[in-house]
C-alpha cells in the first residue's frame, strides 16, 4: 500500500485543520491505521489509530478530546480532524498501515507539516 497526507499547514492557536491520508495500491480496511507526530527534536509519537473494520479508535492522552481519527472506505481515505490547536501540537504528521496487526507500522507515507502559531 502506498499512503500519501495532505492537509497540513501554518494555522493560529484554538484553530482547526483536516489531514487526509489517502491510500492506494491496497485498501485500508486491511490495515491497522495510524497517524504518527514528530516534533522539533522530539521522538515520534502515536498520535491516533483506528482499526478500520470496525472503527475502534485510540488516542494519545495529549490529543483526546481535541483530535479524531476517522476513515471513509469507499474513498480509501484515513482523516484526522484537529481542533483546538496548539502551539505544542506543531509537528510533521504522518499516517502509517499496519498489516499485521501488531502495532509495527510498516509502510509510511511523506509527513505534511502542522505548525500552530501562538
Known amino acids: 500500500v502506498q499512503l500519501q497526507a495532505s492537509g497540513g499547514g501554518l494555522v493560529q492557536t484554538g484553530d482547526s485543520l483536516r489531514l487526509s491520508c489517502q491510500a492506494s495500491?491496497?485498501?485500508?480496511?486491511?490495515?491497522?491505521m495510524g497517524w504518527f507526530r514528530q516534533a522539533p527534536g522530539k521522538e515520534r509519537e502515536l498520535v491516533a489509530s483506528?482499526?478500520?473494520?470496525?472503527?475502534?479508535?485510540f488516542n494519545a492522552d495529549s490529543v483526546k478530546g481535541r483530535f479524531t481519527i476517522s476513515r471513509d472506505n469507499y474513498k480509501n481515505t484515513v482523516y484526522l480532524q484537529m481542533n483546538s490547536l496548539k502551539p505544542e501540537d506543531t509537528a510533521v504528521y504522518y499516517c502509517?498501515?499496519?498489516?499485521?496487526?501488531?502495532?509495527?507500522?510498516?509502510?509510511w507515507g511523506r509527513g505534511t507539516l502542522v505548525t500552530v502559531s501562538s
Open positions: 502509517a498501515a499496519d498489516s499485521n496487526y501488531d502495532s509495527v507500522f510498516d509502510y
Open positions: 483506528i482499526l478500520v473494520s470496525d472503527s475502534s479508535a
Open positions: 495500491r491496497g485498501t485500508i480496511n486491511t490495515y491497522y
